[in-house]
């Protein structure tokens, strides 16, 4: 099974990578087309400035890539908020795969940090905890399977087709997140 975990110089790629490794999985970390297109699981993970994340993206021509690519694809935190409509955080525009926008937490102490429990209908994410770095979050939308809350209740996991996006990062949620990384990779 071949594995790309996108580089785009805005990705915690390292931290993914490991946690890849320790479920006794190899990953290629590339920005080159073709490695990205040719993989049967695509990790977009993202930390930093949107701003700066959009523009590296268009400089190694992935924008429109991620958004046509037919296999599983994985967004983490700042790949999961690329993956909205827009966001706030510098006004990007994103990729438009999940119809929700991107807000700043207000009236909040930002970053978010820690621990955090979701909620969801479904059995495989409710109740349990992730680890939460962030100050933005994604709206509740059609496409929300799980949610928490710090202040205001925002999307934690969004699901549409073949894309999947955690705005937490499981390479750091212990064996819930380890879980959840194994069930995407062996995902028919």
């Not at 071949?2 to 490991?18: A, E, L, M, R, T």
């Not at 190694?60 to 409509?85: A, F």
């Not at 795969?97 to 429990?117: A, E, H, M, S």
Request: proline residues 2%; hydrophobic residues 35%; positive net charge.
């Amino acid at each position: 099974m071949k594995i790309v975990v996108i580089d785009y110089g805005s990705g915690n790629v390292q931290s993914v990578q490991f946690s890849l490794q320790r479920l006794g999985y190899n990953a290629l970390i590339s920005s080159d087309q073709n490695e990205i297109q040719s993989a049967d699981r695509v990790i977009f993970p993202g930390v930093g400035h949107a701003h700066t994340a959009i523009n590296n993206l268009k400089k190694n021509n992935l924008v429109e890539l991620i958004k046509q690519l037919n296999q599983p694809v994985l967004g983490i935190c700042l790949g999961m908020q690329l993956m909205c409509n827009q966001t706030e955080e510098g006004n990007v525009k994103g990729l438009g795969i999940f119809d929700t926008c991107v807000k700043k937490f207000q009236d909040l102490k930002v970053p978010q940090i820690g621990w955090n429990r979701l909620s969801s209908s479904s059995a495989k994410y409710h109740n349990n905890y992730v680890y939460m770095i962030h100050s933005y979050y994604a709206e509740i939308c059609e496409q929300t399977k799980a949610s928490c809350t710090y202040g205001i209740n925002y999307s934690a996991v969004l699901q549409k087709n073949n894309f999947t996006a955690f705005q937490f990062h499981p390479e750091k949620s212990s064996q819930f997140g380890a879980k959840l990384i194994n069930e995407f990779i062996i995902q028919k």
